[in-house]
């Protein structure tokens, strides 16, 4: 089992920038992949953002592509969404999870664990 706590998450006028943290327990945070999905009030959950168990390969929703880096440290076990540029809509409680899966994946259900979320409000 890995436990996941968001940390970082804020107010923040337009244009600006926050780094949300996302730190798991236990000592197989690198067999991992990792990602980042959000959701608004109202709102389906969506993918933002992925990356590899060594963090080589990354992957972006078009929505964020350009503005927002995900990067992870195995030895802190925490992986990290850098976001910029923010916009109004970026507004959201923004969700690190964790899957086993082999292949990179945004889909949900493809993540076996999940953290409680971190509040990220843009206002413009």
């Known amino acids: 089992q890995v436990q996941l706590i968001e940390s970082g998450g804020g107010l923040v006028q337009a244009g600006g920038s926050l780094r949300l943290s996302c730190a798991a327990s236990?000592?197989?945070?690198?067999?991992?992949?990792m990602g980042w999905f959000r959701q608004a009030p109202g709102k389906e959950r969506e993918f933002v953002a992925g990356i590899s168990r060594r963090g080589i390969y990354t992957y972006y929703a078009d929505s964020v592509k350009g503005r927002f880096t995900i990067s992870r440290d195995n030895d802190k076990n925490t992986v990290y969404l850098q976001m910029n540029s923010l916009k109004p809509e970026d507004t959201a409680v923004y969700h690190c999870?964790?899957?086993?899966?082999?292949?990179?994946?945004?889909?949900?259900?493809?993540?076996?664990?999940w953290g409680q979320g971190a509040q990220v409000t843009v206002s413009s």
């Open positions: 999870a964790a899957a086993q899966s082999t292949v990179p994946t945004r889909a949900e259900y493809e993540y076996d664990f």
């Open positions: 236990g000592r197989t945070f690198s067999t991992y992949r």
